[in-house]
């Protein structure tokens, strides 16, 4: 504070200054306003936190541009030259011998394993480093934490539940056994269950605070006559009710109820948003159905009015056992008390058994994320996540600015990866919060036969998981880097390291047996296990078991093909992979950690300190300010002298060394040990030697000195050994 309050009248006037207008603040605050409502008070303290990085990140860059190129086109003229201000403070021998006794201090910690600079940089850059990676970690779970919602999980399973099984006045999906019960499960569930009260509330039956955005889209799929195929041509052509050809087009079709859309395929718009969140296929049972291809038939919100399309579509024989190849019947649902969006996508898919497969499709999320639906929690969670990413940004760009061939590295690379994912998620959420826009705005608008497409925001909604996933696993893989300074970290890094060739091939021999045996049990037990239906299913499931979890694969899976073929397998999976492979796998790595730490026993000398030992003596002030002082073992005389006392701890470590020694056997230290043991202590004893004389000659100079510490000139001492600006001036009388 003397470097800033030359006087104490300058500080006690800033002191004043600042209580009284602290104190005006608060009473302000409390008696006068600042009462806003929960929405209002969040949105002003975003809004400021939005400004005030504007200005940071974009108006600060802007302003020194501009000054420094003002700067270099108009020079100044003339040098301002800088002279010593007369009325600095000055300093007294006292001062010197305070501050020599404090450094002094500071040299007794410096002993000689901390003089390694070389070390001393190395745990410089990871300190800061640390700080960084572990902050914006921490940070990138806490958000990953207010991100997840527990009630999506209960709202998937729920409805998923309701709409797979029967109830008392529904039908389920999983009793669809034939084509004609689309119909059925159409009316009972989705019209009847929605329509209560045969009015335009979509309210659901089972769940009442669940509604119904928009109609229910019917989409079917149908081939050209290859149902055997496997990869089936979909068929794209305009057709007349009952699928009859040729198609002819009335003049009156625009302007009446659209009796000819069931018959006419999707045309979808080339468009950007379409091509990166729609052009994905919905995996059934049998083959995988594209989402921008099909025959689509709307129904009405009304239940009047959705019964007689669905009855026109019954009449006209819409779906058919020759042709149709799968259903989908999509619809969103929205829960205002809970505010998640249900997006329910329900597949029938009509086999070559003539049978039904169907498949219950349903993603829950939160689309709607307003500032006043956000906890303060969550507000405070994501402005220092942005806060803390704009300072990884910018250590990043200023690393790579002033270093351009750090890019070569590969944990930079790792880091401009960080920063690309980072980007993506801001580029998602804000194209999620366009396409929920726009839904909103279109169901504002909307009749009782539009259908609002849910799908692309949903799309987003997963799409910003899975980045926020990759960020975690990427992050945490970059801060292995850091955390090298830990022996346990460093001696598996070291091992892989020495390994990987040994372990690539063990891992190889582990796969191809893997891949083997699962084809071959694909092909034995496929046609009668669920996990064995699939070759890459049938070797996954092979892998889990070979890991442990053997929970749902059974070996009376694997006796489909006969009693010894199956123990032949199992025998293969279980013995040869399971235990013999995965022990080789294990002791492999063993043994090379056992030589990585034995080299790294062998190769750490005395002279190199850790990471807390660092740490300790760089933040030695700082810890000695937190409190630290107060848990030092304090010197307790015990009714002794210091003589008696320091004769009792010798006789203790003697006592105790003798009963150790007889126990066991210590090594005895080498020489080039014992010589830096008695280097440590000589230089030890120099240091206290230096800090008892200036202790001494401070003593003195208070108790036989003036104010400002100079002896009388009867003293003896001199000061030779002062340096010029702590000498005291002569100045001889004329």
């Not at 081939?223 to 009859?244: L, R, V």
């Not at 007689?308 to 020759?322: A, C, E, I, Q, T």
Request: glycine letters at 4%; one cysteine or more.
């Amino acid at each position: 504070m003397k470097s800033y309050f030359q006087t104490g009248n300058n500080a006690i006037f800033f002191i004043i200054t600042a209580g009284v207008m602290l104190a005006s603040f608060v009473l302000i605050a409390v008696f006068t306003g600042f009462q806003h409502e929960t929405k209002k008070f969040k949105t002003m303290v975003v809004t400021i936190v939005l400004v005030l990085l504007f200005q940071f990140i974009v108006i600060d860059p802007i302003r020194f541009i501009v000054l420094s190129i003002d700067a270099a086109t108009w020079p100044k003229k003339q040098i301002v030259n800088y002279r010593s201000d007369m009325s600095k403070e000055k300093y007294s021998h006292l001062d010197y011998l305070r501050t020599r006794l404090k450094s002094l201090k500071s040299q007794l910690m410096i002993t000689i394993e901390h003089r390694n600079e070389k070390l001393n940089e190395k745990y410089s850059h990871i300190m800061k480093d640390l700080k960084l990676y572990g902050t914006y970690f921490l940070l990138l779970l806490m958000v990953v934490v207010v991100h997840q919602d527990p009630l999506l999980y209960y709202n998937t399973n729920a409805v998923r539940t309701l709409l797979s099984h029967n109830t008392s006045s529904t039908l389920g999906l999983k009793e669809i056994r034939y084509m004609d019960q689309v119909y059925d499960f159409v009316e009972l569930t989705l019209i009847k269950g929605f329509n209560t009260s045969q009015t335009l509330d979509t309210a659901w039956l089972q769940i009442p605070q669940m509604k119904r955005l928009g109609v229910i889209r019917l989409r079917q799929l149908r081939h050209i006559d290859n149902i055997g195929a496997y990869d089936p041509q979909w068929d794209c052509s305009n057709s007349m009710p009952e699928w009859s050809t040729p198609f002819t087009r009335l003049h009156y079709e625009d302007k009446y109820w659209r009796i000819y859309e069931p018959w006419t395929p999707l045309r979808h718009t080339p468009s950007l948003d379409d091509g990166l969140l729609l052009r994905f296929n919905h995996y059934g049972h049998d083959m995988d159905y594209p989402e921008l291809a099909g025959y689509m038939a709307l129904l009405s919100t009304g239940p009047h009015n959705s019964l007689k399309v669905l009855g026109f579509l019954k009449g006209y024989s819409w779906l058919d056992h020759r042709n149709t190849s799968a259903v989908f019947i999509d619809f969103t649902m929205f829960n205002a008390d809970a505010n998640i969006f249900t997006v329910c996508t329900l597949l029938v898919e009509n086999t070559n058994f003539g049978m039904q497969l169907t498949r219950a499709s349903v993603q829950s999320t939160k689309l709607l994320e307003s500032l006043d639906q956000m906890s303060h929690l969550k507000i405070i969670v994501m402005l220092l996540y942005l806060i803390i990413v704009i300072q990884f940004c910018r250590s990043l760009a200023v690393k790579l600015w002033y270093n351009r061939s750090a890019i070569r590295k590969a944990w930079n690379k790792v880091d401009v990866v960080i920063f690309v994912l980072n980007i993506m998620l801001l580029a998602l959420i804000v194209l999620r919060e366009r396409e929920v826009a726009k839904l909103l705005q279109l169901l504002k608008e909307s009749t009782t036969r539009d259908y609002l497409d849910f799908q692309r925001p949903t799309r987003l909604y997963l799409l910003i998981n899975i980045i926020m996933g990759f960020l975690v696993c990427i992050t945490t893989l970059r801060l292995w880097k850091v955390l090298q300074f830990a022996s346990v970290f460093s001696v598996f890094t070291k091992t892989l390291y020495m390994a990987w060739p040994a372990v690539a091939s063990t891992a190889l021999i582990i796969i191809i047996f893997l891949m083997g045996l699962g084809m071959a049990v694909a092909i034995i037990n496929g046609n009668n296990s669920e996990y064995f239906q699939k070759l890459l299913k049938c070797i996954i499931a092979c892998l889990c078991f070979a890991f442990g979890f053997s929970s749902e694969v059974h070996p009376r899976d694997m006796f489909h093909g006969g009693k010894a073929l199956g123990i032949v397998l199992y025998l293969v999976l279980v013995f040869i992979i399971a235990v013999v492979l995965m022990n080789v796998f294990a002791a492999l790595i063993f043994s090379y950690f056992e030589n990585a730490e034995q080299d790294r026993k062998e190769t750490a000398g005395r002279s190199r300190i850790n990471f807390l030992q660092f740490l300790r003596l760089e933040y030695a002030h700082t810890l000695a300010l937190c409190g630290c002082r107060y848990f030092r073992r304090k010197y307790r005389a015990r009714g002794r002298t210091v003589r008696e006392n320091i004769a009792w701890a010798m006789y203790r470590q003697e006592l105790v060394r003798s009963k150790s020694s007889s126990i066991v056997l210590e090594k005895k230290p080498s020489d080039e040990e014992l010589r830096f043991q008695y280097r440590r202590r000589i230089e030890m004893l120099l240091g206290l030697s230096a800090i008892l004389t200036v202790q001494v000659e401070l003593i003195e100079r208070l108790m036989l000195g003036d104010k400002n510490g100079n002896l009388p000139s009867s003293s003896d001492s001199e000061d030779s050994d002062l340096p010029e600006m702590y000498r005291k001036s002569k100045t001889s009388k004329v």
